[in-house]
């Protein structure tokens, strides 16, 4: 069994990174609510870096001894988690990072990676194959593997933190509508939303192209490795499921909702042209749920989180098409 935390870890660590990130707002939709339902987006694609991931990574790589800073930092990515790790090194003064990241992964993610200062190695020509080609050089340098959200507690707790200053802040939502791809953010949220307001529900969605965290939890078996089926503009939430996640979500989880990609493109069509809000794919897919299944999400005062800002240019343009 793996190492779990509990939200009192999720409050330390955010006792230990809130000097380093942004208190991202939560916002009323303009065209979402009505007489019933308060819809509000927690914009985490305002975060540094342009996404949650920033958290995870500050949490895990602030604690690192001094012989692990020195000798470096590597992770696996499709975008997001590496632009947080690059971001993360910089500021904490770690000089040597490498991010892997598979080959096709958009150009402007790369520009970001670069530009906070890590190395990009492209490998494979899909996450799994880069994962498993990553570890194996991670491993072979001497590198520390910063986890994106697999089995590492500590990146679980530090994306929790977007729970616990939502929840801190806004005690009356009642509803967190969370976007998945491995789960860690939606396991780390639950985590501490919870503890904080026992009845709070949390929603998870994951796209009908690649929904490995919904179909690991209804088969009780761990999908580590889940195939994208067809295309999908959710290029940052495809994957396997997270161990952690994995052995924690069962008890935490109070809805999955699956949707598909003709939703999501309508969704993310919504948010830029109607909420003046540009976002990545992945994240328009809490957008999609509420268009799509209300009575699943449900709640009166519900907070989605927009998990990331970092859009590719060519996708925006043919999904606003």
Known sequence: ??????????????????HLIRRTPLE???????ANHRYRFKLESQQLGKSFKVRGALNVLSQ???????????????????????YACKILGIENCVVIVPFGTPA????????????VMQMGSNYDEALTLGVNYIDCHELFYVDPGDRDPRVYAGQGTVGYELISAH??????????????????????????????RIVGVQTKACPAVAMSLANGVLYRHYPVQGKTICDA????????????????????????????????????????????GGSAMVVAAVHEYPELVGGSDVALVITGGNVDRAMLTQALS
């Open 237 to 280: 939430v495809v994957g396997g499921c997270g161990s952690l996640a994995f052995q924690m979500l069962p008890d935490l989880i109070d809805q999955l909702v699956i949707v598909d990609e003709e939703a999501i493109v309508d969704a993310l069509h919504f948010m830029v042209v109607e909420e003046q809000c540009v976002i990545e």
């Open 1 to 18: 069994m793996l190492q779990e935390f509990t939200g009192h870890d999720v409050q330390l660590a955010y006792e230990r990174i809130a």
């Open 171 to 200: 005690p009356t939502v009642d509803t967190i509508v969370v976007p998945m791809g491995s789960g860690g953010l939606a396991t780390g949220v639950a985590v501490a939303a919870k503890s904080l307001k026992s009845d709070v």
């Open 28 to 34: 009323d939709s303009i065209y979402l609510n009505d």
């Open 64 to 86: 690192l001894p001094a012989d692990q800073v020195a000798r470096g930092v590597g992770t696996i990515s499709t975008g997001n988690h590496g632009i947080a790790v690059s």
């Open 108 to 119: 402007n993610k790369l520009d970001r990676i670069r530009f906070y200062g890590a190395r």
